[in-house]
């Protein structure tokens, strides 16, 4: 294994590693699991659909979905050592990390619009910051796996953004302004 960023990588890796109790980084690093994360954004792409706003939620969907078409064949291409265990392979990218981002971050915003408050969103970062704190501290990831599995999941999460804006019942065209009076101009009062 070689690259200009091995050795970095392996230099912050090896003061990280294992400065946190095992059983707290664990516990971080189970964030990003499947059972953990997916019932997060499945309860989230159904309080979305109820509210008439089945799109994002179907994008949502498909955002997660995209994860593992994603991140395993990365996985088996590069073939990289993890940080504790160099005889295995399959690190590059961080598939916890990808599940934790796109579920967390999905489920933030589908839920974002009845909330009007910005603590979706910022559960949603910590989440994902406690997942990949708890990967590389354990000694699961190296910091350039999770940071790859960050920027490969942000064109999902940018196409799940922008169906989750889009208001239900919209056609895409300019909508009518109502004046102050709730009437458009030319239509009898109801």
């Known amino acids: 294994?070689?690259?200009?960023?091995?050795?970095?990588?392996?230099?912050?890796?090896?003061?990280?590693?294992?400065?946190?109790?095992?059983?707290?980084?664990?516990?971080?690093?189970?964030?990003?699991?499947?059972?953990?994360?997916?019932?997060?954004?499945?309860?989230?792409?159904?309080?979305?659909?109820?509210?008439?706003?089945?799109?994002?939620?179907l994008a949502a969907g498909l955002a997660m979905a995209l994860v593992p078409a994603l991140i395993v064949p990365l996985k088996d291409w590069t073939a990289r050592p993890g940080p504790l265990e160099p005889w295995a392979a399959g690190y590059f990218p961080s598939g916890h990390t990808a599940t934790a981002l796109t579920a967390y971050t999905c489920a933030a915003l589908l839920i974002a619009p009845d909330t009007r408050r910005p603590w979706p969103q910022a559960l949603a970062a910590l989440l994902t910051a406690l997942t990949a704190t708890g990967l590389i501290?354990?000694?699961?990831?190296?910091?350039?796996?999770?940071?790859?599995?960050?920027?490969?999941?942000?064109?999902?999460?940018l196409?799940?953004?922008?169906?989750?804006?889009?208001?239900?019942g919209r056609s895409g065209g300019a909508a009518q302004a109502r004046p102050p009076g709730g009437r458009v101009s030319g239509q009898p009062p109801k």
């Open 1 to 57: 294994m070689s690259g200009p960023l091995l050795t970095p990588d392996r230099a912050l890796s090896r003061a990280l590693v294992r400065t946190v109790p095992d059983s707290v980084t664990e516990r971080l690093a189970d964030l990003g699991n499947i059972p953990v994360a997916v019932p997060v954004l499945a309860l989230a792409m159904a309080y979305a659909a109820r509210r008439g706003r089945g799109r994002a939620a």
């Open 159 to 168: 196409g799940v953004r922008a169906a989750a804006s889009k208001r239900p």
């Open 137 to 157: 501290l354990r000694g699961f990831h190296w910091p350039l796996d999770v940071l790859a599995s960050l920027l490969l999941c942000t064109p999902s999460l």
